[in-house]
């Protein structure tokens, strides 16, 4: 059974860093992609980076691009999001998630993926 489990999520003053982590279990995902989301009360789910499963490429939105950074540890099975820079607005919950396919493409919607964790709070006070 596929497990993704975050962790690193806390609080930080406004322009602190933060690394979320994400172990996944229950399959290898080197060559799958994956990617992190976000979630505020009452509001969807947002893209926030992604890295391909073939190529390992990332892709960011543009509200994180410069101050996050998303990769992964084949070896540990475990994907991060390395989070400078924080600001008010970046609060919120995150999520890791997976697909459940082999694939150089890069996949932005939530819809594109099949697992997900239980997500991780990340508050910054300004």
């Known amino acids: 059974q596929v497990q993704l489990v975050e962790s690193g999520g806390g609080l930080v003053r406004a322009g602190g860093s933060l690394r979320l982590s994400c172990a996944a279990s229950?399959?290898?995902?080197?060559?799958?992609?994956m990617g992190w989301f976000r979630q505020a009360p009452g509001k969807e789910r947002e893209f926030v980076a992604a890295?391909?499963?073939?190529?390992?490429?990332?892709y960011y939105a543009d509200s994180v691009k410069g101050r996050f950074t998303i990769s992964r540890d084949n070896a540990k099975n475990t994907l991060y999001l390395q989070m400078n820079g924080l600001k008010p607005e970046d609060k919120d919950v995150y999520y890791c998630?997976?697909?459940?396919?082999?694939?150089?493409?890069?996949?932005?919607?939530?819809?594109?993926?099949?697992?997900w964790g239980q997500g991780t709070q990340v508050t910054v006070s300004s």
């Open positions: 229950g399959r290898t995902f080197s060559r799958y992609g």
């Open positions: 890295l391909s499963g073939i190529g390992s490429r990332t």
């Open positions: 998630a997976a697909r459940n396919r082999e694939t150089f493409v890069i996949a932005t919607g939530r819809h594109d993926y099949d697992y």
